[in-house]
């Protein structure tokens, strides 16, 4: 009896569950924001699958079948001066990797030109280190003006907590959007770096934005957090009105304090992906880095399940996908590049 007690109730709980699915859905539909609370309720416990789908049809609704894809290049690599615990360039910690002022002007171009010709929309330098001043942003501004001439790429810039003065020069230059993770929730965001705060992240955010930028801001998940810090990361940036949210999956880096950091489940990552469209139903949320890690069936999900922006070709510091192989997934599931 109390087995048959246990299953009648689980059975009610999940027809609630599944209600409370629609109706949120339909109120995201509608145009209306979903609360934290509701955000928290069906990322725990709403069907998979349904939950997928719902924000598929969320997707669709507001963005249509497009995929935005973009691209970048380590510009300066290694001996960065913060301490932020997932980080392989942080010079707190032995980690191995190449270590390097600036990128070269030819590599760069050529890159860029190599990314445009296969039809990525956009390219950006990203450097390590608090921030970039002086000449290195001259020399950076230099880049980009060539990469304006040059290319048809749509530019955007990850340089730190840059000042206004370095904002404008990047904007002069032809940058049109300004990226500046947040990392993870601004609860947790103090376990995790101590050199910086995500009131400063929130500062530059707002900054490129008062000067005609666009932003990209997302964060790291499975650093340790818990999925209502999620749901507080996804808040903050829905408040930012932020245009682009990368999610990051952790890859537990040797020498780093979360090498030891055990992977999230890929349902973990389907329901996380599908909450934060929920929050954020028509930004572009972007698979970047530590996709590489993920079953061909949880990346399809994930691509029909809210996400419609790919970061292509390798990361800052590991490998990323194959830009051929993105091109026939996308092919398979019907979406169209930018």
């Not at 059975?11 to 924001?33: A, F, P, Q, R, W």
């Not at 860029?112 to 002086?134: E, P, Q």
């Not at 818990?226 to 408040?239: D, G, H």
């Not at 489940?265 to 996709?291: C, H, N, Q, Y």
Request: charged share 25%.
């Amino acid at each position: 009896n109390l087995i048959k007690i246990v299953i009648k109730w689980l059975n009610l709980h999940g027809i609630i569950v599944t209600y409370m699915l629609n109706v949120l859905k339909d109120k995201v539909l509608s145009g209306e924001m979903i609360s934290s609370d509701e955000a928290l309720t069906i990322a725990r416990w709403g069907n998979l699958g349904e939950l997928c789908d719902a924000a598929g049809e969320i997707c669709r609704h507001f963005c249509g079948n497009k995929v935005d894809t973009c691209s970048i290049i380590n510009a300066r690599s290694g001996c960065c001066g913060e301490d932020c615990k997932w980080c392989a360039q942080s010079a707190h910690f032995k980690t191995g990797v190449d270590e390097y002022k600036a990128a070269g002007v030819e590599e760069t171009l050529a890159l860029a030109r190599y990314n445009d010709s296969r039809g990525i929309h956009r390219f950006s330098l990203v450097t390590s280190g608090r921030r970039v001043t002086g000449r290195d942003m001259e020399y950076y501004c230099n880049i980009y003006r060539r990469l304006g001439e040059e290319t048809g790429l749509y530019l955007c810039a990850s340089m730190g907590l840059i000042g206004e003065v370095e904002m404008k020069m990047l904007r002069d230059a032809g940058v049109k959007r300004y990226h500046c993770n947040l990392e993870t929730a601004p609860s947790f965001f103090p376990a995790l770096c101590s050199t910086h705060t995500t009131e400063d992240k929130i500062a530059t955010i707002k900054m490129a934005k008062s000067l005609g930028l666009a932003v990209c801001s997302g964060g790291i998940i499975g650093m340790g957090e818990s999925m209502e810090q999620r749901v507080e990361l996804a808040m903050t940036l829905r408040e930012l009105d932020v245009d682009s949210v990368p999610i990051n999956i952790l890859i537990p880096i040797p020498g780093t304090p979360l090498q030891d950091m055990e992977p999230i489940s890929e349902e973990e990552i389907m329901r996380t992906v599908a909450m934060f469209r929920f929050v954020l139903p028509d930004k572009f949320l972007r698979f970047a880095g530590g996709r590489a890690r993920l079953s061909k069936e949880a990346e399809r999900r994930i691509l029909t399940g809210g996400m419609n922006g790919v970061l292509m070709g390798d990361m800052l510091t590991t490998i990323g996908n194959r830009i051929d192989e993105d091109r026939e997934l996308f092919r398979s599931l019907g979406l169209a590049p930018m």
